[in-house]
Nanobody
């Protein structure tokens, strides 16, 4: 009934930039905080950052100053602008949120993931 669809991943050289998008669709009443996570094969998924419905953001130390999270509430979409990318940023990136459906049921939803590869 509800889903998150990510886009924007790909191959980029070190020092380059990418912008990821995550759009929520379905039977949505409201969306509160949204988060971006990333995972390298064989390692635990880690939090990249979050954004509240009011636009307040928090970031992991490893990306602070390089990554920026924003959202368009009218489009139910969250963005991750990644600048000054490093090889260690290579991972599958996921978005996550709790969506309150039109039947007032809260559902935790994950996107399908999008691969970001930073390599020369």
């Amino acid at each position: 009934q509800v889903q998150l669809v990510e886009s924007g991943g790909g191959l980029v050289q070190p020092g380059g930039s990418l912008r990821l998008s995550c759009a929520a669709s379905g039977s949505i009443f409201s969306i509160n905080a949204m988060g971006w996570y990333r995972q390298v094969p064989g390692k635990q998924r880690e939090l990249v950052g979050t954004i509240t419905s009011g636009g307040s953001t928090k970031y992991a130390d490893s990306v602070r100053g390089r990554f920026t999270i924003s959202r368009d509430n009218a489009k139910n979409t969250v963005y991750l602008q990644m600048n000054s990318l490093k090889p260690e940023d290579t991972a599958v990136y996921y978005c996550n949120t709790v969506i309150v459906t039109m039947t007032y049921r809260p559902l935790e939803v994950w996107g399908q993931g999008t691969l970001v590869t930073v390599s020369s």
